[in-house]
Protein backbone atom coordinates (compact mmCIF):
# COMPACT_ATOMS: atom_id res chain seq x y z
CA UNK A 1 0.00 0.00 0.00
CA UNK A 2 1.39 3.54 -0.90
CA UNK A 3 -1.18 5.31 0.51
CA UNK A 4 -1.50 5.91 4.91
CA UNK A 5 -5.60 5.78 4.47
CA UNK A 6 -6.17 8.21 7.41
CA UNK A 7 -4.15 11.62 6.07
CA UNK A 8 -4.43 10.41 2.12
CA UNK A 9 -0.41 10.91 2.15
CA UNK A 10 2.25 8.89 1.03
CA UNK A 11 3.34 5.56 3.20
CA UNK A 12 7.73 5.87 4.22
CA UNK A 13 8.22 3.45 1.88
CA UNK A 14 6.64 4.58 -1.30
CA UNK A 15 8.45 7.94 -0.60
CA UNK A 16 11.45 6.42 0.03
CA UNK A 17 11.34 4.65 -3.62
CA UNK A 18 9.79 8.17 -5.17
CA UNK A 19 13.35 9.61 -3.70
CA UNK A 20 15.58 6.79 -4.89
CA UNK A 21 13.54 7.96 -8.51
CA UNK A 22 14.10 11.65 -8.48
CA UNK A 23 17.54 10.89 -7.15
CA UNK A 24 18.43 8.32 -10.35
CA UNK A 25 16.91 10.77 -12.68
CA UNK A 26 18.34 14.40 -11.59
CA UNK A 27 21.36 16.29 -12.32
CA UNK A 28 23.56 17.03 -9.61
CA UNK A 29 21.84 20.38 -8.15
CA UNK A 30 20.66 18.41 -5.12
CA UNK A 31 17.70 16.71 -3.26
CA UNK A 32 16.79 18.43 0.19
CA UNK A 33 14.45 16.10 2.19
CA UNK A 34 12.56 17.43 5.19
CA UNK A 35 10.82 16.45 8.79
CA UNK A 36 8.20 17.71 10.18
CA UNK A 37 7.24 16.52 13.74
CA UNK A 38 4.47 18.04 16.08
CA UNK A 39 5.58 19.09 19.41
CA UNK A 40 3.69 17.49 23.03
CA UNK A 41 1.61 15.86 20.07
CA UNK A 42 0.58 13.20 22.68
CA UNK A 43 -1.00 15.78 25.18
CA UNK A 44 -2.88 17.64 21.67
CA UNK A 45 -4.42 13.99 21.10
CA UNK A 46 -5.46 13.31 24.68
CA UNK A 47 -6.96 17.24 24.05
CA UNK A 48 -8.64 17.12 21.36
CA UNK A 49 -8.75 13.13 20.31
CA UNK A 50 -6.92 10.85 17.81
CA UNK A 51 -9.07 11.77 14.81
CA UNK A 52 -8.46 15.51 14.81
CA UNK A 53 -4.91 14.88 15.31
CA UNK A 54 -4.96 12.92 12.31
CA UNK A 55 -6.75 15.98 10.62
CA UNK A 56 -3.44 18.10 12.31
CA UNK A 57 -1.46 16.01 10.16
CA UNK A 58 -3.19 15.44 7.12
CA UNK A 59 -3.57 19.46 7.05
CA UNK A 60 0.48 19.89 7.66
CA UNK A 61 1.36 17.78 4.69
CA UNK A 62 -1.30 19.08 1.88
CA UNK A 63 -0.17 22.62 3.03
CA UNK A 64 3.76 21.46 1.91
CA UNK A 65 2.36 19.85 -1.17
CA UNK A 66 0.86 23.08 -1.65
CA UNK A 67 4.05 24.62 -2.38
CA UNK A 68 5.42 24.39 -5.87
CA UNK A 69 8.69 22.67 -4.97
CA UNK A 70 7.54 19.96 -3.00
CA UNK A 71 5.50 17.08 -5.15
CA UNK A 72 5.18 14.05 -2.52
CA UNK A 73 4.99 13.94 1.20
CA UNK A 74 4.11 11.06 3.67
CA UNK A 75 3.00 10.37 6.88
CA UNK A 76 6.13 8.47 8.68
CA UNK A 77 5.37 8.34 11.96
CA UNK A 78 1.78 9.49 14.19
CA UNK A 79 3.12 12.75 14.59
CA UNK A 80 5.33 13.47 12.17
CA UNK A 81 5.65 14.11 7.98
CA UNK A 82 8.92 13.95 5.60
CA UNK A 83 8.84 15.34 1.88
CA UNK A 84 11.68 16.11 -0.99
CA UNK A 85 12.10 18.63 -3.11
CA UNK A 86 15.30 19.38 -5.73
CA UNK A 87 17.39 22.35 -5.48
CA UNK A 88 20.94 23.59 -3.59
CA UNK A 89 21.46 24.36 -0.20
CA UNK A 90 20.20 28.12 -0.53
CA UNK A 91 16.75 27.05 -1.36
CA UNK A 92 17.14 24.95 1.72
CA UNK A 93 17.56 27.38 3.73
CA UNK A 94 14.80 29.29 2.26
CA UNK A 95 12.24 26.67 2.37
CA UNK A 96 13.37 26.28 6.40
CA UNK A 97 12.04 29.55 6.63
CA UNK A 98 9.04 29.43 4.21
CA UNK A 99 7.50 25.67 5.57
CA UNK A 100 8.13 26.77 9.37
CA UNK A 101 5.94 29.76 8.53
CA UNK A 102 3.37 27.73 6.69
CA UNK A 103 3.35 25.41 9.55
CA UNK A 104 2.20 27.94 12.22
CA UNK A 105 -1.00 29.01 10.60
CA UNK A 106 -4.18 27.78 12.42
CA UNK A 107 -5.24 24.58 11.09
CA UNK A 108 -8.84 23.31 10.44
CA UNK A 109 -10.34 20.36 12.32
CA UNK A 110 -13.37 19.10 12.62
CA UNK A 111 -15.24 21.72 15.17
CA UNK A 112 -13.03 24.60 14.98
CA UNK A 113 -9.47 25.74 14.44
CA UNK A 114 -6.10 24.92 16.36
CA UNK A 115 -2.61 25.87 16.45
CA UNK A 116 0.06 23.66 16.76
CA UNK A 117 3.85 24.06 17.14
CA UNK A 118 6.11 22.04 14.56
CA UNK A 119 9.91 21.20 14.48
CA UNK A 120 12.17 20.86 10.92
CA UNK A 121 14.89 18.55 10.21
CA UNK A 122 16.40 18.99 7.01
CA UNK A 123 19.44 16.54 5.12
CA UNK A 124 20.89 17.65 1.80
CA UNK A 125 22.15 15.21 -0.58
CA UNK A 126 22.99 14.23 -4.40
CA UNK A 127 23.12 11.45 -6.64
CA UNK A 128 25.49 9.45 -5.21
CA UNK A 129 22.92 9.49 -1.74
CA UNK A 130 20.99 6.70 -1.16
CA UNK A 131 17.11 7.47 -0.58
CA UNK A 132 17.24 5.33 3.15
CA UNK A 133 20.40 7.58 3.84
CA UNK A 134 18.84 10.90 3.63
CA UNK A 135 15.52 9.92 4.64
CA UNK A 136 17.26 8.96 7.80
CA UNK A 137 19.26 11.97 8.00
CA UNK A 138 16.33 14.21 8.29
CA UNK A 139 15.04 11.87 10.78
CA UNK A 140 18.34 12.23 12.69
CA UNK A 141 18.23 16.10 11.77
CA UNK A 142 15.04 16.42 13.40
CA UNK A 143 15.87 15.13 16.85
CA UNK A 144 18.84 17.09 16.70
CA UNK A 145 16.47 20.50 16.37
CA UNK A 146 14.57 18.80 19.40
CA UNK A 147 17.91 18.26 21.71
CA UNK A 148 19.28 21.51 20.81
CA UNK A 149 15.67 23.61 21.31
CA UNK A 150 15.50 24.82 17.60
CA UNK A 151 12.88 25.25 15.09
CA UNK A 152 14.35 24.01 12.14
CA UNK A 153 18.18 22.02 12.13
CA UNK A 154 19.94 20.72 8.62
CA UNK A 155 21.75 17.82 8.89
CA UNK A 156 25.57 17.93 9.53
CA UNK A 157 27.39 14.40 9.24
CA UNK A 158 30.42 16.09 11.35
CA UNK A 159 28.22 17.14 14.22
CA UNK A 160 26.87 13.60 14.22
CA UNK A 161 29.81 11.58 14.01
CA UNK A 162 29.70 8.25 13.21
CA UNK A 163 26.70 6.40 13.83
CA UNK A 164 28.87 3.11 13.84
CA UNK A 165 31.53 4.71 16.26
CA UNK A 166 28.62 5.72 18.53
CA UNK A 167 26.47 2.11 18.50
CA UNK A 168 29.93 0.73 19.15
CA UNK A 169 30.77 2.85 22.30
CA UNK A 170 27.12 2.08 23.95
CA UNK A 171 27.77 -1.85 23.23
CA UNK A 172 31.26 -1.29 25.33
CA UNK A 173 29.16 1.17 27.88
CA UNK A 174 26.25 -1.88 28.42
CA UNK A 175 29.85 -4.52 28.50
CA UNK A 176 31.14 -2.83 30.91
CA UNK A 177 28.20 -1.81 33.55
CA UNK A 178 27.65 -5.54 33.50
CA UNK A 179 31.98 -6.10 33.84
CA UNK A 180 31.78 -3.55 36.85
CA UNK A 181 33.93 -0.98 35.60
CA UNK A 182 31.95 2.23 36.33
CA UNK A 183 31.59 4.06 40.05
CA UNK A 184 29.65 6.56 41.75
CA UNK A 185 31.93 9.37 43.37
CA UNK A 186 30.36 11.80 45.71
CA UNK A 187 31.16 15.31 45.68
CA UNK A 188 30.24 16.78 49.39
CA UNK A 189 27.81 19.42 49.89
CA UNK A 190 28.24 21.58 53.22
CA UNK A 191 25.67 23.38 54.82
CA UNK A 192 27.08 27.06 54.81
CA UNK A 193 25.17 28.05 58.42
CA UNK A 194 26.13 24.97 59.91
CA UNK A 195 29.11 23.61 58.37
CA UNK A 196 27.66 19.75 58.31
CA UNK A 197 27.64 17.77 55.04
CA UNK A 198 24.10 16.09 55.15
CA UNK A 199 24.05 16.23 51.17
CA UNK A 200 26.43 14.63 48.72
CA UNK A 201 25.63 14.57 44.70
CA UNK A 202 26.38 11.37 42.86
CA UNK A 203 28.59 11.62 39.38
CA UNK A 204 29.39 8.24 37.06
CA UNK A 205 33.05 7.75 36.36
CA UNK A 206 33.98 4.72 34.06
CA UNK A 207 36.98 3.75 35.88
CA UNK A 208 38.60 0.50 33.33
CA UNK A 209 38.26 0.85 30.00
CA UNK A 210 36.74 4.38 28.65
CA UNK A 211 37.79 5.86 25.43
CA UNK A 212 39.45 8.30 25.54
CA UNK A 213 37.42 10.30 22.66
CA UNK A 214 34.36 10.57 25.27
CA UNK A 215 33.72 12.24 28.33
CA UNK A 216 31.50 11.44 30.23
CA UNK A 217 29.06 14.21 29.44
CA UNK A 218 29.31 12.89 25.72
CA UNK A 219 28.75 9.25 26.58
CA UNK A 220 25.11 10.23 28.85
CA UNK A 221 24.18 12.08 26.19
CA UNK A 222 24.79 9.77 23.78
CA UNK A 223 22.66 7.49 25.77
CA UNK A 224 19.95 9.73 25.97
CA UNK A 225 19.78 9.06 22.35
CA UNK A 226 19.99 5.10 22.56
CA UNK A 227 17.45 4.64 25.37
CA UNK A 228 20.66 3.11 27.02
CA UNK A 229 20.26 6.47 30.02
CA UNK A 230 17.55 3.95 31.68
CA UNK A 231 20.18 1.16 32.12
CA UNK A 232 22.62 3.91 33.35
CA UNK A 233 20.59 5.89 35.82
CA UNK A 234 19.19 2.32 36.94
CA UNK A 235 22.71 1.10 37.75
CA UNK A 236 23.19 4.18 39.75
CA UNK A 237 19.97 4.26 41.42
CA UNK A 238 21.07 1.01 42.82
CA UNK A 239 24.57 1.48 43.40
CA UNK A 240 23.54 4.59 45.15
CA UNK A 241 21.11 2.93 47.66
CA UNK A 242 24.08 0.35 48.31
CA UNK A 243 26.04 3.23 49.52
CA UNK A 244 23.66 4.94 51.47
CA UNK A 245 23.01 1.74 53.47
CA UNK A 246 27.29 1.36 54.42
CA UNK A 247 26.92 5.56 55.07
CA UNK A 248 24.16 4.53 57.30
CA UNK A 249 26.37 1.79 59.18
CA UNK A 250 29.18 4.27 59.63
CA UNK A 251 26.37 6.71 61.33
CA UNK A 252 26.20 9.13 58.62
CA UNK A 253 22.64 10.40 57.67
CA UNK A 254 23.46 11.37 54.05
CA UNK A 255 21.16 12.48 51.19
CA UNK A 256 22.32 11.25 47.47
CA UNK A 257 21.53 13.69 44.49
CA UNK A 258 20.91 11.74 41.25
CA UNK A 259 20.75 13.26 38.46
CA UNK A 260 17.62 12.72 36.14
CA UNK A 261 17.65 13.17 32.18
CA UNK A 262 13.96 14.55 31.08
CA UNK A 263 14.05 11.95 29.28
CA UNK A 264 13.35 9.53 31.43
CA UNK A 265 11.26 12.03 34.54
CA UNK A 266 8.25 12.01 31.53
CA UNK A 267 8.57 8.33 32.15
CA UNK A 268 5.77 6.46 34.05
CA UNK A 269 7.55 2.81 34.07
CA UNK A 270 10.72 4.39 34.72
CA UNK A 271 9.66 6.77 37.95
CA UNK A 272 7.66 3.56 39.49
CA UNK A 273 10.91 1.31 38.68
CA UNK A 274 12.94 4.29 40.72
CA UNK A 275 10.25 4.09 43.79
CA UNK A 276 10.68 0.25 44.18
CA UNK A 277 14.57 0.32 43.72
CA UNK A 278 14.65 3.00 46.52
CA UNK A 279 12.38 0.83 48.67
CA UNK A 280 11.95 2.39 52.39
CA UNK A 281 15.19 4.65 51.56
CA UNK A 282 13.60 6.15 49.14
CA UNK A 283 13.73 9.38 51.15
CA UNK A 284 17.23 9.44 51.01
CA UNK A 285 17.23 10.60 47.24
CA UNK A 286 17.31 13.61 45.72
CA UNK A 287 16.23 14.03 42.13
CA UNK A 288 18.33 16.67 40.18
CA UNK A 289 16.90 18.36 37.13
CA UNK A 290 17.58 21.05 34.33
CA UNK A 291 15.82 23.26 33.42
CA UNK A 292 15.20 22.61 29.89
CA UNK A 293 14.28 18.43 30.98
CA UNK A 294 10.80 20.38 32.02
CA UNK A 295 10.11 21.48 28.57
CA UNK A 296 10.34 18.23 26.69
CA UNK A 297 6.83 16.93 28.72
CA UNK A 298 6.00 19.34 31.07
CA UNK A 299 2.34 18.07 32.06
CA UNK A 300 3.68 14.45 32.55
CA UNK A 301 7.46 16.07 34.17
CA UNK A 302 4.74 17.45 36.85
CA UNK A 303 2.46 14.60 37.73
CA UNK A 304 6.09 12.40 38.08
CA UNK A 305 7.98 15.29 40.39
CA UNK A 306 4.98 15.24 42.48
CA UNK A 307 4.72 11.72 42.65
CA UNK A 308 8.23 11.18 43.89
CA UNK A 309 7.89 14.43 46.34
CA UNK A 310 4.94 12.81 47.85
CA UNK A 311 7.01 9.88 49.22
CA UNK A 312 9.68 12.29 49.99
CA UNK A 313 12.17 12.59 47.51
CA UNK A 314 13.64 16.61 47.25
CA UNK A 315 13.41 18.28 44.29
CA UNK A 316 16.72 20.12 43.00
CA UNK A 317 16.69 21.99 40.08
CA UNK A 318 20.18 21.88 38.02
CA UNK A 319 22.23 24.64 36.49
CA UNK A 320 19.75 27.22 37.04
CA UNK A 321 20.33 30.24 35.09
CA UNK A 322 21.07 28.48 31.56
CA UNK A 323 17.37 27.65 30.55
CA UNK A 324 14.10 29.37 30.17
CA UNK A 325 12.19 29.20 33.33
CA UNK A 326 11.66 31.85 35.57
CA UNK A 327 11.04 32.15 39.13
CA UNK A 328 7.32 32.53 39.27
CA UNK A 329 7.43 29.30 37.07
CA UNK A 330 9.41 26.97 39.63
CA UNK A 331 7.20 28.40 42.06
CA UNK A 332 4.54 25.92 40.89
CA UNK A 333 6.51 22.95 40.47
CA UNK A 334 7.54 20.63 43.83
CA UNK A 335 10.98 21.86 43.94
CA UNK A 336 12.76 22.37 47.23
CA UNK A 337 16.37 23.54 45.82
CA UNK A 338 17.88 25.85 42.97
CA UNK A 339 21.61 25.09 42.11
CA UNK A 340 22.75 28.05 40.79
CA UNK A 341 24.86 27.50 37.21
CA UNK A 342 28.29 27.70 38.16
CA UNK A 343 29.22 30.05 35.42
CA UNK A 344 27.75 32.68 37.70
CA UNK A 345 30.18 31.24 40.47
CA UNK A 346 33.29 31.29 38.41
CA UNK A 347 34.04 34.94 38.34
CA UNK A 348 31.47 36.21 41.42
CA UNK A 349 34.99 37.77 43.35
CA UNK A 350 36.03 39.29 39.97
CA UNK A 351 33.11 41.23 38.41
CA UNK A 352 30.49 43.25 39.37
CA UNK A 353 27.30 41.42 37.70
CA UNK A 354 27.25 38.12 38.53
CA UNK A 355 27.00 38.80 42.49
CA UNK A 356 24.02 40.87 41.54
CA UNK A 357 22.83 38.17 39.92
CA UNK A 358 23.19 35.62 42.68
CA UNK A 359 22.22 37.81 45.47
CA UNK A 360 18.92 38.40 43.45
CA UNK A 361 18.63 34.78 42.65
CA UNK A 362 18.98 33.91 46.87
CA UNK A 363 16.84 36.39 47.92
CA UNK A 364 14.10 35.23 45.47
CA UNK A 365 14.37 31.41 46.11
CA UNK A 366 14.23 32.13 49.89
CA UNK A 367 10.95 34.23 49.61
CA UNK A 368 9.69 31.29 47.75
CA UNK A 369 10.94 28.69 50.49
CA UNK A 370 13.56 27.17 48.75
CA UNK A 371 17.22 26.46 49.19
CA UNK A 372 20.28 27.68 47.46
CA UNK A 373 22.74 25.57 46.19
CA UNK A 374 26.37 27.06 44.68
CA UNK A 375 28.23 24.50 42.66
CA UNK A 376 31.73 25.51 41.54
CA UNK A 377 32.81 26.74 44.68
CA UNK A 378 36.63 27.02 43.58
CA UNK A 379 38.66 29.32 46.41
CA UNK A 380 38.01 30.75 49.76
CA UNK A 381 37.46 34.49 48.95
CA UNK A 382 34.50 32.64 46.71
CA UNK A 383 32.70 30.43 49.58
CA UNK A 384 32.96 33.47 51.80
CA UNK A 385 30.99 35.78 49.75
CA UNK A 386 28.19 32.96 49.03
CA UNK A 387 28.44 32.31 52.64
CA UNK A 388 27.87 36.05 53.41
CA UNK A 389 25.14 36.43 51.03
CA UNK A 390 23.27 33.74 52.67
CA UNK A 391 23.80 30.85 50.17
CA UNK A 392 22.46 27.70 51.73
CA UNK A 393 24.38 24.70 50.32
CA UNK A 394 28.07 24.85 49.11
CA UNK A 395 30.03 22.64 46.82
CA UNK A 396 33.11 22.25 44.93
CA UNK A 397 36.50 21.96 45.02
CA UNK A 398 37.77 24.16 47.41
CA UNK A 399 35.76 21.93 49.85
CA UNK A 400 36.73 18.91 48.36
CA UNK A 401 36.39 16.61 44.76
CA UNK A 402 33.84 14.04 44.14
CA UNK A 403 35.11 11.10 46.05
CA UNK A 404 34.92 7.38 45.73
CA UNK A 405 32.60 6.07 48.56
CA UNK A 406 35.74 4.82 50.80
CA UNK A 407 37.72 8.38 50.30
CA UNK A 408 33.98 10.22 51.24
CA UNK A 409 33.88 8.29 54.56
CA UNK A 410 37.08 9.45 55.74
CA UNK A 411 36.27 13.23 54.81
CA UNK A 412 33.33 13.02 56.74
CA UNK A 413 35.37 11.78 59.59
CA UNK A 414 37.56 14.77 59.50
CA UNK A 415 35.06 16.98 61.35
CA UNK A 416 37.90 19.32 61.80
CA UNK A 417 38.95 19.92 58.53
CA UNK A 418 35.46 20.51 57.39
CA UNK A 419 34.78 23.31 60.33
CA UNK A 420 38.31 24.91 59.23
CA UNK A 421 37.05 25.75 55.75
CA UNK A 422 33.72 26.79 56.68
CA UNK A 423 34.73 28.97 59.59
CA UNK A 424 38.08 30.38 57.90
CA UNK A 425 36.83 32.05 54.64
CA UNK A 426 34.22 33.87 56.78
CA UNK A 427 36.85 34.55 59.25
CA UNK A 428 39.13 36.35 56.81
CA UNK A 429 36.68 37.97 54.88
CA UNK A 430 35.18 39.83 57.94
CA UNK A 431 38.60 40.89 58.86
CA UNK A 432 39.56 42.35 54.91
CA UNK A 433 35.77 44.19 55.47
CA UNK A 434 36.96 45.74 58.41
Given at each position: MSVDEQTGLLTRLALRDRLADTIATTDDIGIIVFTAGIERHEHIRAMIGYEAMTEIVSGLGQRALAMDEITHVARIAPDTI??????DSALANDMMSRLHLGFEEHTKVTGGTISVDTTIGFALGGRKSSAEQLLQQAELALGQARANWRRTWLFSQSEYGSPEKKLGIMSEL????????FDLHYQPQVQARTGAVKSVEALLRWTHGRPQQFSIGQLIELAEGTGDIRHITRWAIQRAMHDIEALNWEGYDIRVAINLSGQLICEDDFIAEMIELGGDQLHRLQAEITETAMLRNPDRAL??????????VEISMDDYG????SLSQIQNLPITELKIDQRFIKNLTATNRD???????????????????AEGVEDAATYAL??????????GYFIA?????????????????????????????????K
Open positions: AGFFVGRRGLEAGEVNLQKLAELGTGYSPLIVRSTIDLAHALEMKIVLKAMGCDILQRPLPLEELVVFLKDTDGIAAKNDGPLLNFLTQL
